[in-house]
């Protein structure tokens, strides 16, 4: 099979009138409409005569040699998080059904649209974007890629983002990252998920989760299309991703709770990506990472993600907790018992944390180790509460780890792994080294992730 196109293949055949963004659309379209596919529970809204509107004025614009950007025309999809102009923004809730539209797009996806990018429709979410497994039971939850006929999760809270980009119903989505919503469902589905440092693209315009740790992030096929997709939403200058030199990078595996509790499937995936990256010339080195084994503690009252939800989400809880998700409200409800000294300490307990994790990652080039610790489990064994609580944490253990050391992070699908099952390579660096850790990201993706033979 043909693999799809990235992005930076569907710009020269844009280019080359191999194919207009009218085709791409329809595609996209067409698969969405496809009863036998995942487009009902993938997308919570599409607007189909908008679509083939916006479509048709970027093809007339291109034939007019004024194309806004090479990228002028590509599907992409967004996370029912974001603002877009003219909609109600439901956050995956039936609860905000009767919210007044938004009378302009989210800045991120204000400047997505400014480079020409069509949006092709709102995706489908985790509940308020709480959980890292992807359930969803007001609109259906759409089913990863893996054993598909099996009804595995699909990874959360970008569920559908994931979901549209795995099912080329769009060529790329936007979704956020509080604690792996990205590159969880990223993982879950080989595709790559990219958490950029916090304040590289404005939240503005975004739900929040908590405002402490969300990050607005790109789910794709590639390195390459999230390094692009994030360029754009940080208002940079579209430059080439040059992949990094593997050779004398040197790469920290924390043993630290990074590598607890390891499905098989994702150990042995894990230590074929570690030889393969040593045989490109990488330095892998095992080492504690201390500050790792603080985590859990900080957050044993729910952290910033309940404190901070539950200061948003008091007045609707009071009125509409009925129409909640009961696994969210629950998870919300925790904030209620956090005191303000509680808050306090957790905001000097984490800046701590940030101060010294940093020294570390200092030291090294950056810190890998897998996505998610687990493969995608199925729905049916999710029933119980709480086997989905057990499962939930460990869909999210890993990634948080980078959220709470404000840091930079990328998951990468490792392929020809000794395993069929989805598994992550998560590549991770200090705030601000999204650059280099994206460049780094694409000469690994070369080693682990090339297509099996």
Known sequence: MKPAPSLAQLCRDLAEGRTSSETLVEDCLARIADPAGEGARAFIKIVPDQVRAVAKAMDLLRGAHAAPSPFAGIPIAVKDLFDIAGEVTTAGSRVLADAPPATRDAPAIARLRR??????????MTEFAYSGLGLN??????LSVWRRTEGHAPGGSSSGA?????????????????????????????????????????????????????SVGPIARTVGCCAALDAIMADEPLDALQPASLTGLRFLVPTTVALDDLDMEVATAFASAL?????????????????????????????????DSYAWHTSLLNKSEAGYDPRVAVRIRRGANQTAADYINLIAARHSLVERAARRLATVDAVVMPSVA???????????????????????????????VDGCAISVPIRNGGTDAPVGLMIAGPAGADHRILAIAAA???VVSAAPA
Do not use: W
């Open 115 to 124: 480079a020409g990018f069509v949006v092709i429709g709102r995706t489908n």
């Open 137 to 142: 039971p007001h609109y259906g939850t759409p």
């Open 162 to 214: 994931a979901i549209s980009v795995a099912d080329g119903m769009a060529h790329g989505a936007i979704g956020s990252d509080t604690g792996g919503s990205c590159r969880i469902p990223a993982a879950f589905n080989g595709l790559a998920g990219f958490k950029p440092t916090a304040r590289r693209a404005p939240l503005a315009g975004a739900l929040p989760l908590s405002p402490a740790l969300d």
């Open 275 to 307: 030889r393969r990256l040593s045989a490109a010339g990488a330095q892998v080195v095992e080492a504690p990472f201390p500050e790792f084994a603080e985590v859990a503690g900080i957050n044993a009252k729910g952290g910033f993600t309940a404190a």
């Open 374 to 404: 687990m493969v995608p489990p199925r729905i049916a064994d999710l029933a119980d509460d709480e086997a989905y609580s057990r499962a939930n944490l460990r869909s999210l253990r890993n990634a948080t780890l980078i959220n709470m």
């Open 444 to 446: 690994a993706e070369a």
